[in-house]
């Protein structure tokens, strides 16, 4: 026996005695339809057991209901928590969120920005590593965009990284440390250029400061290789790009029995789950990554609502001192 015939928006215009575009209107809450009519078809809706099919109202709307993300580096749980956060904010707004990797290749980065935005109603871009030009270009062509980490001409949220890392230098020089080394990371970043700014601080304002910068990279090897260079530099106390090349380095020192701290004193920066846990635990700077996410589900929900969003919203990421920090061996 065949199943019952589903009710349809057609059976709902006509049992409300009105068009297809009211019924339309009315399911996705248009305010602009009289209240009496709009009760009508309520009313109607209800009698008949019709309830709006999420497709046909994306087709009605002329929306998917989802939203893109591209972050550049996936496997990095820096952004994972900015992505968990982004998620629950859309979802709990009816969304769905799709994702794009771009494996910190700024190629892939602009060609997948462009692509997932063809599938989507508008888009977010973590941390972007495209030129200024690029990103302009791109930003123009994608909109509604909004940028994570990054400005443009785009609504924007981001972390303030320069005044976190100056705490923790200020944190080890009042422990005795005068010699740093910086592991470097993605240069491309915007938060690098803050860090940089906060290395410039300390060596103006800091007396018999010293800060020798070291290519490094983002990732747990890039850490671990760094540290002859490190140890060759002379320094005492690490500042790391992020936490994962910080714990590498602390996994290198403490294989070659390099007491942490005492010879070296390391320090992370984003507070990822497993900060904590190290052996000894790793002083860093928490960056709020999952309100970022919220943040920026916010404005790109203002955008597409046809809502003006605030411009430029920072937050604050703050100070953690941990094991992995004390004073240097005299």
């Not at 949220?157 to 740093?180: C, E, K």
């Not at 007396?207 to 320094?235: K, Q, R, Y």
Request: proline share 6%.
């Amino acid at each position: 026996m065949a199943g019952a015939k589903q009710t349809t928006i057609t059976d709902v215009a006509a049992h409300a005695g009105v068009s297809l575009a009211t019924v339309s209107r009315v399911m996705n809450g248009n305010a602009t339809v009289d209240p009496a009519l709009a009760e009508r078809v309520r009313a109607s809706a209800a009698q008949l057991g019709y309830s709006a099919n999420p497709l046909a109202r994306s087709l009605v709307l002329g929306r998917t209901q989802t939203i893109s993300v591209v972050v550049p580096d996936l496997a990095n749980p820096t952004f994972q928590g900015m992505l968990r956060g982004l998620s629950r904010a859309a979802v709990a707004d009816g969304y769905h969120v799709l994702i794009a990797d771009s494996d910190e290749h700024v190629d892939e980065e602009r060609l997948l920005a462009l692509e997932s935005r063809r599938r989507s109603d508008g888009l977010i871009l973590c941390a972007p590593r495209m030129s200024d030009e690029q990103l302009a270009e791109v930003v123009a062509d994608v909109a509604p965009v909004v940028l994570v980490n990054r400005t443009g001409d785009a609504p924007s949220v981001a972390a303030d990284y320069r005044t976190p890392l100056r705490g923790i230098i200020d944190h080890l020089y009042a422990q005795g440390h005068r010699r740093f080394a910086y592991l470097a990371g993605a240069a491309r970043s915007a938060s690098s250029g803050q860090r940089l700014s906060a290395l410039d601080d300390a060596r103006r304002e800091l007396p018999d400061c010293s800060i020798a910068e070291i290519p490094a990279g983002v990732d747990f090897a890039s850490g671990a290789g760094a540290l002859d260079d490190v140890l060759t530099s002379g320094a005492t106390a690490v500042l790391a790009f992020n936490d994962l090349s910080a714990m590498g380095l602390l996994s290198a020192a403490t294989e070659r029995g390099i007491p942490v701290p005492g010879r070296l004193s390391i320090a992370g920066f984003d507070d990822i789950p497993f900060a904590r846990y190290t052996s000894p635990a790793l002083t860093t700077a928490a960056v709020p990554m999952g309100e970022l996410g919220a943040r920026a589900w916010s404005a790109l929900h203002d955008l597409l609502d046809g809502r003006t969003p605030e411009p430029a919203v920072t937050v604050s990421p703050e100070v953690i001192v941990r094991g992995s920090t004390g004073a240097p061996a005299a």
